[in-house]
């Protein structure tokens, strides 16, 4: 699953960033961020990168994880 970073206007215009939604696609975050916040108005929506934690590890050596290990 992905996640999206929304920014919304509430239906009093009260500004909210940051709400993390994961969904399978954009469209189903956005569905269930109307169903938390009903008539809210989107401001923003940023897909999260969540592979950035990943590729720190990948670049690991194996003589970095036996040492690792060994510890």
Known sequence: MLKFDFS?????RQPI???IISGVDQAEAERKLNQ???Y???VR???KDEAVGSRTLQSLSVEDILT???K
């Open 8 to 12: 919304i206007l509430t239906k009093d």
């Open 40 to 42: 809210c108005e989107i």
């Open 45 to 47: 929506c940023v897909p």
């Open 17 to 19: 960033e940051k709400i």
């Open 36 to 38: 938390m916040y009903r």
């Open 68 to 70: 690792l290990i060994s």
